[in-house]
């Protein structure tokens, strides 16, 4: 198993949640060498292989591959969770075309590059599934991430959708072999090292809460049983194409606070 930005909070909650589950895994890092190291002390008596590249590099991409392939003999489950953004608010009149570049490899094209190398191996093994991390800023939009929402829509969406398709004939239902399988989870606000900051404002969790049924921030543990149970062949056997939000029932993000309105011409 290989999971992607396995250093950041979501990517090692979901490193821990399959070690508990005694997978073997590959766990990738880019410039964090040293988080992978304690992740992987920490995993214990779980084999695992610690890889690092930059993965809007295609050589770097395949080194990786076939660096897993050498020591496990091949790769059955692909959590495409490494991406990056703009953590400042940029209005779309303000955004270079580097940035806009920069995203997409980032989030888009780096999940193109492991999901072709990946649909590499299981076109031989005729076995495999694959979970791809998205955001709810591809399901609902970020103002001032248009960059990075349009990424995730375009993965959660257009490539899970289209990839079902095909992995599903790369590695075909048998009488005792469910299918190959692809599903998207998509987080909303989730307590991680880059998200801690801005949580820690009170009013900032009061506007981003007041959308959900479930009131609440989401911790990457939320993520990472619901990526174990979708990668599971015995209980996720008959689900693919899906694209699952976890973020407590949320529907949208308020646009406007109260303040900001003028009922005299509501």
Same mark, same amino acid.
């Given at each position: ?9 979501? $990517? ?128 609902? $939009? ?125």
């Amino acid at each position: 198993m290989l999971i992607t930005g396995a250093s950041g909070g979501i $990517g090692s909650a979901i490193a821990r949640a399959f070690a508990a589950e005694g997978a073997n895994l590959v766990l990738h890092g880019h410039r964090n060498r040293a988080a992978l190291r304690r992740l992987q002390k920490e995993l214990g008596q779980v084999e695992s292989l610690l890889v690092s590249a930059d993965l809007t590099r295609e050589a770097e991409v395949k080194k990786v591959f076939a660096q897993s392939q050498k020591h496990f003999g091949g790769v059955d489950t692909l959590i495409a969770n490494a991406g990056s953004w703009e953590t400042r608010e940029v209005r779309l009149q303000n955004m270079s075309l580097q940035q806009w570049h920069r995203t997409m490899d980032g989030v888009l094209t780096s999940s193109f590059l492991c999901a072709r190398e990946f649909f590499r191996i299981v076109a031989a093994r005729r076995r495999g599934n694959a979970v791809l991390i998205g955001s709810t800023a591809g399901v609902f $939009g970020e103002a001032g991430h248009a960059d990075y929402a349009s990424a995730k829509a375009a993965m959660a969406f257009g490539l899970t959708r289209s990839l079902k398709n095909e992995l599903g004939r790369l590695a075909p239902h048998t009488k005792n072999y469910c299918g190959g399988r692809i599903n998207c989870v998509c987080p909303g606000w989730t307590v991680v090292p880059r998200t801690a900051a801005k949580l820690a404002d009170s009013p900032v969790v009061r506007k981003v809460t007041a959308t959900m049924a479930l009131p609440k921030i989401a911790r990457p543990e939320d993520i990472a049983g619901a990526v174990v149970f979708l990668a599971s062949d015995r209980l996720a056997g008959h689900i693919t194409g899906q694209t699952l939000v976890i973020a407590g029932g949320m529907e949208g993000r308020l646009l406007w606070q109260p303040g900001e309105i003028n009922p005299d011409i509501a």
